[in-house]
Every structure is written in C-alpha cells, then in structure tokens.
C-alpha cells in the first residue's frame, strides 16, 4: 500500500502562484508515477499532470501547459505541482495520484489516490 497527502492548496487571486506537494508513504519504492488530477464543482475529474521516476518524462493537459510544472524528488516519493498565472477555471479540488505501472497513456491506471487539496482562484 501507498498512501498520499496533498498539501500547498489555497485562496489566491488570478495570475498568482500556488505550489503543491504529495508525500508518499508506505510503499511508495513500487511507485512507477505519480500524477495530478483536479475537480471542479459539478465536473468530472480531470488529468492535469504526470511524471513517471524512469526517465522524470512529464504530461500535462494542454489547458496548463506553460504554466503550470509537475517535478520530483530524487528520493522519488514526493511530488509538486507548481502552479503559475492562475486562472479562475483552475479552481478545484487537486488530488495527488500514484501508479505502479506503465501505461500507454498518462491518465489511466492510478492505484493510489490522496484526499485532496482546495486551490481557489479568485477573479
């Protein structure tokens, strides 16, 4: 078992910065990736952005590309999500994500999920 918490969430206005952070613990050795998934009130879940510990190759939805940068720990059992020029649309409740295998695509098969962080933007 692998279990996350999220942290770095809050109240910012539009065009600031937020930075997030997930710690894994327990098994977090037998971690492949670890992503960044959001929710918006009323939306379905949605990817926001990946980063696999074999190459640290990254993914994000084009909606933050630019402005947003997932990155790791060399450990590999933390992971941040540094949010630039914010937008009010960025407004959701931010989960932290962990696989254990590769997949062809970046926003399937996540084993592990964390409770959640808030990130409210303000207009």
């Known amino acids: 078992q692998v279990q996350l918490v999220e942290s770095g969430g809050g109240l910012v206005q539009a065009g600031g910065s937020l930075r997030l952070s997930c710690a894994a613990s327990?098994?977090?050795?037998?971690?492949?990736?670890m992503g960044w998934f959001r929710q918006a009130p009323g939306k379905e879940r949605e990817f926001v952005a990946s980063?696999?510990?074999?190459?640290?190759?990254?993914y994000y939805r084009d909606s933050v590309k630019g402005r947003f940068t997932i990155s790791g720990n060399a450990a590999k059992d933390t992971v941040y999500l540094q949010m630039n020029s914010l937008k009010p649309e960025d407004t959701a409740l931010y989960y932290c994500?962990?696989?254990?295998?590769?997949?062809?695509?970046?926003?399937?098969?996540?084993?592990?999920w964390g409770q959640g962080t808030q990130v409210t933007v303000s207009s």
């Open positions: 994500a962990a696989r254990r295998t590769r997949q062809i695509v970046p926003f399937v098969g996540y084993d592990y």
């Open positions: 327990g098994r977090a050795s037998s971690v492949y990736a």
């Open positions: 980063i696999s510990w074999g190459g640290y190759s990254t």
